[in-house]
């Protein structure tokens, strides 16, 4: 029986691109080679690619004048290679703290240049988005976490500040349309919405391309990537191919608009289920709340592992919550379909009636 | 009709390691889930991490003292990663420089240390392996590339120098055993033996974790991944899964003695017909021939063309040899069957008689 995978990340892709993703293991297209023996310089790769980097740019509406990468290692390894790339030793980039990740991210950077937090949820474990902050007019960027698995709360408007913002998308690029022109770096390590883990996404305005000015590593250089297309060295092949079986998949749906009214009526779904049962309460407040990252715990925290127990007949997986909130953490990203929210609805209301 | 893949990487692996992962990409050991689903914290990741750890060790006859780690980011990354993490700012590496591998890693060891070029075969294209270099007993390591894809050179003994050896296995490693403690660090990109693209396998000396003094970036820090076993960021999930069914492949057909007994008769079923055949020549000095890639070119250049669209109606596939070098170039790593280079040989044969 195949699960609800309701799973962080690596996290639940769309049913055909699995498929699609099998067919390619065993003969890719019919060439009579597997995908994963392929040359990254073939023209297969190479038309794998391009496609991939053209419906990144349609789908997102990416300006002309920002290049797209990709890149290996993750969300953790921009952390390093933003500084390195962007912040010289004497200057200074703001962040605005909403999860451990953006808490990473300062950290690194402070090896680079100088930081401030000049906005943190973590008095409140974390459960909302800091809104009144004033950025430093004279940093080099903000630094911002649209969404925070751990703790469930999102950013959803694309924001002018004074100053170019980096913005880190691992967890919600591609759930709802961005205006890219807000922001002057994205990145989003790809093992949510977009593929399969091993790959990480940047999207840079040009202008920012080389602006560091230490001496760097070509592997850690952006402007190498852009230069060669992402093409430096060998990239994950299967990777990137998954990525692009999800891309389809989106444009077939309707693209981010139509992805954004789905995710919202999933959300939409359980955070009514949540706050109608008594046994259930959210752990971010209302207006946060994200729609990728569902948290809530037990309204009587000895139920918990029962309810961890009940819903496994139900085929779900993946729902119990990170250790520093407790509780539950449904994962309703794009490929997870509404029915599997329904199901787990449908368990809660069970639950409650078992009572 | 399935290919006879002499590609030069991403390349060839084992038929049952494409069917294996195709499986896997649908539901992956009955779970209800896709491996390309599942968290890296699942215990199905976890036991696959650690099968692929253990029979790495195995395999290898890994020493006690050593660890083992997955990082991403191919040999390319490494090329950094390695002065970054073992030398310091008035420390000197000494280079073997006979490929353009070993000349990029001598060139990024530039920004960390000092470096010397202490041999070369560059004036002669790179066609054999230099031999009676002198290494500097005050360098910190010596660096060597085991075995060179595009001029088809290769290293085959473990030899003891007076100083500490890193060694660039990234196209010959599982292809031989290796006297592990002859090396302080191997690295190699893993799309050539051991798996899909996506991985680098890093086995280092313990006592060199945390060496160069400079102030680390984490996820550019070895000992971060030795600590955290690999996993304190989201590793290549299914990517890993590629390099275990590799590695059990490996073990069932008899390990690196039998793999090496296989390879050295794939090499001289083919050398032993460029010798012969009026028509080719060899690249590499014979006592430095490579097993893995294979160069040769035409006796009268203007066969080139002629020769790789005479091979085509065989199934033969990847054969054209790297610009730098011209002609063709055979790739036969492990999971090459000798059916595919006596299929080539035959090829061979009948261009002749077809003159």
């Not at 949510?192 to 250089?221: Q, V, Y």
């Not at 998954?242 to 981010?256: E, S």
């Not at 309703?332 to 329904?342: G, K, W």
């Amino acid at each position: 029986m195949k699960k609800h995978n309701f799973g962080a990340g690596p996290s639940i892709l769309p049913q055909e691109v699995f498929e699609q993703s099998a067919q390619a293991c065993l003969d890719y297209n019919g060439i009579g080679l597997s995908l994963l023996e392929i040359s990254h310089r073939s023209k297969e790769f190479t038309a794998i690619l391009e496609e991939s980097l053209a419906l990144i740019k349609e789908l997102l509406h990416v300006p002309d004048d920002y290049s797209i990468l990709f890149l290996q290692g993750g969300a953790n390894m921009q952390f390093n290679m933003i500084p390195y790339n962007i912040l010289n030793d004497d200057e200074t980039a703001d962040f605005v703290e909403t999860d451990i990740w953006s808490t990473r991210a300062e950290e690194e950077t402070r090896l680079y240049g100088k930081t401030n937090i000049i906005a943190s949820s973590k008095e409140a474990n974390f459960n909302y988005i800091p809104k009144d902050f004033k950025v430093d007019e004279h940093a080099t960027y903000l630094h911002l976490t649209s969404n925070n698995t751990i703790y469930g709360t999102e950013f959803f408007e694309d924001k002018q500040y004074a100053i170019p913002v980096v913005c880190d998308m691992s967890s919600d690029i591609f759930s709802r349309p961005v205006d890219i022109s807000k922001y002057h770096l994205i990145y989003a390590g790809a093992q949510k919405n977009l593929g399969c883990a091993g790959i990480t996404l940047i999207i840079i305005k040009n202008e920012w391309l080389g602006r560091s000015k230490r001496p760097k590593s070509k592997m850690w250089d952006y402007s190498i990537y852009a230069k060669n297309n992402s093409l430096y060295n060998t990239p994950p092949v299967f990777t990137i191919y998954t990525c692009l079986l999800t891309l389809r998949w989106l444009k077939k749906l309707g693209g981010l608009s139509e992805m954004e009214n789905r995710n919202k009526a999933k959300a939409a779904l359980l955070y009514a289920e949540i706050d109608r049962n008594p046994l259930f309460t959210g752990h971010a407040v209302p207006e946060d709340r994200s729609r990728m990252n569902i948290n809530f715990v037990s309204t009587h925290p000895e139920d918990e592992e029962a309810f961890l127990e009940f819903v496994k007949p139900y085929g779900i997986h993946g729902i119990k919550g990170y250790r520093t909130v407790g509780g539950f953490r449904a994962s309703c990203y794009n490929a997870l379909p509404i029915e599997s929210v329904q199901v787990l609805v449908d368990a809660m209301q069970a639950f409650e009636q078992s009572k």
